[in-house]
């Protein structure tokens, strides 16, 4: 508890003419014991589990009593922490975080800083490698001067953009492989083939964040969506002819062109309108098809579930 | 004269459509229902 | 028999498609488990025409819950069909 992490604070601290100043020159804190002393004070950090990791910490401090102004410079950096938060996992956790604190008399607020957060694995449903983020504050406000990473076969990009309302930035997908995200889909029986490249403009809101007007669109070839005509399409074939044949011509669907508009609100909800021009040899040979693809389903629920399945399967798999 | 074979190119591409609503919602009201069934007082756990 | 008992003596265990499962035969224990799939099934079928979802559907969900919610120490089936304990 809180003791753990008293005994591992050890600095300077002298009083001299109405002058209080601190200084801790370097200090190392175990992750795990910082966490598991945190979480019977801190309600956010009450599901994080931390099972490694180390945090350095240097800060020094001096507080005026009479004037009641001061500042605090602290340096914190920590390595190689691995744990979960709730269902999301991540290991290979460093970041480094600069920052210069003001205090005029009982309110404290961030002068500058600069922060940065590198995580080697993420899960939230669907895995995430390299993610960054580098980020800068400077008069109160809160910048993300870039944030990448690796996902789904492709990588995502960011940059500058200020946390505060109304704010806004574009996402940009690069290489996006359509197999992965079949995969993570709720058909992964489907396969395809193909690279999805896109901008994603976004805003900031009070709830979270909204993309409007997305656009994504496959490389050239192209490459083909194949969906299996097992009994589930099949019995939904036989209820409905029209349908019969969208199903059949998507079995062996090798389109060269996708044009697909994105749009997120913050509660999870996605719609997705896709364009995809191809031919299927198998049925209709060299006639050109249009086939017209839309798609809502709230992205938060389908990672939710994505985790909840998988953790099952990792419980199931821990117990013999 | 031998029959001439012409093979033209459909002009008018066939159009499908697909519109595909994923409803989570069934998964969240479907596992309220079930954790009423799985707890102690419902003698079946 | 109680179920809570038959639990916690290791006689009967959760399996993977909602279903109890028999971990100690006993005419008591199959007796016992007989009467709480039949019960557990009229609920899912109920489960599954107000939700639009096949039977199937809802119990790998029930067993998915049941699994989990299975305490330490008592019989789950993993799934290459065996016994453990969680």
Redesign the interface.
């Known amino acids: 508890s809180l003791s753990l992490i008293n005994s591992a604070i050890a600095g300077s601290l002298n009083y001299h003419s109405k002058l209080l100043t601190a200084n801790i020159k370097n200090g190392q804190l175990s992750a795990p014991v910082l966490i598991d002393g945190l979480q019977s004070y801190v309600p956010a950090v009450q599901n994080w589990s931390v099972e490694k990791g180390s945090i350095n910490y240097q800060l020094n401090a001096s507080y005026n009593l009479q004037k009641k102004t001061g500042y605090v410079k602290s340096s914190l950096q920590g390595q190689d922490i691995a744990g979960q938060k709730g269902t999301i996992l991540f290991d290979g956790l460093t970041f480094n975080s600069d920052t210069d604190f003001e205090i005029k008399s009982a309110n404290v607020h961030i002068k500058q800083g600069q922060q940065q957060l590198m995580v080697d694995n993420l899960f939230v449903g669907v895995p995430i490698q390299a993610m960054q983020i580098d980020a800068h504050n400077s008069a109160g406000i809160t910048v993300i001067d870039e944030f990448s990473a690796h996902l789904l076969g492709g990588e995502v990009t960011l940059e500058n953009l200020k946390i505060q309302p109304q704010s806004s930035s574009s996402l940009k997908l690069s290489g996006l492989s359509l197999s992965e995200i079949i995969k993570y889909s ?1 058909y992964p029986a489907i396969t395809a083939n193909g690279l999805l490249d896109g901008v994603l403009p976004l805003t900031l809101t009070s709830k979270g964040l909204n993309i409007k007007k997305g656009v994504i669109f496959a490389r050239a070839p192209g490459g083909y969506i194949k969906v299996p005509q097992d009994d589930v399409v099949k019995k939904m074939a036989s209820t409905h002819p029209t349908f019969a ?2 199903l059949r ?2 079995s062996n669907f090798q389109f060269d062109t996708l044009q697909g508009k994105i749009g997120y609100t913050a509660d999870g909800e996605i719609d997705i309108n896709a364009e995809i ?1 191809g031919v299927n040899p198998d049925v ?1 040979g ?13 992205m938060l ?2 990672l ?2 994505l985790r909840f399945s998988d953790e099952l399967t990792r419980q199931i798999q821990e117990n013999y | 004269c031998t029959p001439r074979v012409e093979l033209a ?2 002009s008018e ?10 409803d ?8 309220q ?3 009423e ?4 007082e419902s ?3 | 028999l109680e ?2 008992d038959a639990k916690q003596q290791g006689l009967v265990g959760e399996r993977v498609d909602g279903l109890l499962g028999v971990v100690e035969t006993s005419l008591e224990v199959t007796e016992l488990v007989s009467s ?1 799939n039949a ?2 099934l009229a ?1 899912y079928k109920q ?1 599954a025409e ?4 096949t039977l199937d559907q ?1 119990s790998v ?2 067993g998915e ?2 699994i989990k ?1 299975t305490p330490k120490g008592q019989y789950i089936q993993n799934t290459a069909g065996q016994w453990v304990i969680k």
Do not use: C, W
């Open positions: 709720a044949f969208t011509l998507l021009h209709s060299v006639q050109p098809v249009k086939f017209n693809y839309s798609h809502t389903e709230n629920k389908l939710e579930s | 190119m459909p591409p066939i159009t499908i459509n697909l519109n595909v609503k994923i989570h919602q069934i998964r969240v009201k479907v596992d229902q079930l954790d069934l799985f707890n102690d003698g079946l756990f | 179920l809570s709480i019960q557990r609920v489960i107000k939700n639009a979802m809802v969900l029930a819950k049941a919610k």
